[in-house]
C-alpha cells in the first residue's frame, strides 16, 4: 500500500506548483487560484481515497487528524506561492524557497525529533535535492 501511495506522491507532486506557474504567467492566478487549489486537493484527497478502499487498510482517527493538518499546510503552502506568483516574484525564487524550505524542514525533523539516521541513499538525496534547487534557481 504504502508504495502506491508515494508512487502517487512522486508522480504528482511537481504538477500543482507548475500550474500555479501556468496561472501566473496567463494572468489568471487572481481570478483562478481558489478553484484551481480547490480542484487540485480534492482530486488528491479523492485519488488518495480510492487507493484507501482499494486495499484492506483502515485508517485510525488519529492517523486521519495527521494527514488532514499536513494537507492544510500544503494548501496554505501552495496558496503563498500563488500569491508569491501574483505579486510578481519571479518563478526561480519562489519556488527553491518552497521547496528548498521544505527540504530543510523534513530533513531537520528526522534527524532532530525523531532521531533517524541518514543513510548513504538518504545523503544522495538530500544533496540530490540541494542540486536541483541550485540548478532551478540558475536563471
Not at 502517487?8 to 489568471?28: D, H, Q, R, Y
Not at 479523492?46 to 486495499?55: C, D, N, T
Not at 541518514?118 to 536541483?132: E, R
Request: charged share 10%; aromatic share 12%.
Amino acid at each position: 500500500m504504502w508504495l502506491r501511495m508515494m508512487l502517487i506522491a512522486f508522480v504528482t507532486n511537481g504538477l500543482g506548483p507548475f500550474g500555479l506557474k501556468i496561472l501566473a504567467e496567463a494572468n489568471l492566478s487572481q481570478q483562478f487560484r481558489y478553484q484551481y487549489l480547490a480542484a487540485w486537493y480534492g482530486g488528491g484527497f479523492l485519488l488518495g481515497l480510492v487507493a484507501l478502499l482499494g486495499s484492506k487498510l483502515r485508517p485510525r482517527w488519529d492517523e486521519a487528524v495527521i494527514a488532514g493538518v499536513m494537507g492544510l499546510g500544503s494548501f496554505g503552502g501552495q496558496l503563498f506561492s500563488a500569491l508569491a506568483l501574483e505579486a510578481n516574484v519571479p518563478g526561480h525564487i519562489v519556488f527553491p524557497v518552497t521547496t528548498g524550505g521544505n527540504l530543510f524542514l523534513v530533513s531537520a525533523a528526522g534527524l532532530l525529533l525523531f532521531r533517524e539516521r541518514i543513510g548513504g541513499y538518504g545523503v544522495a538525496g538530500i544533496l540530490t535535492g540541494i542540486v536541483s534547487l541550485v540548478l532551478l534557481s540558475m536563471s
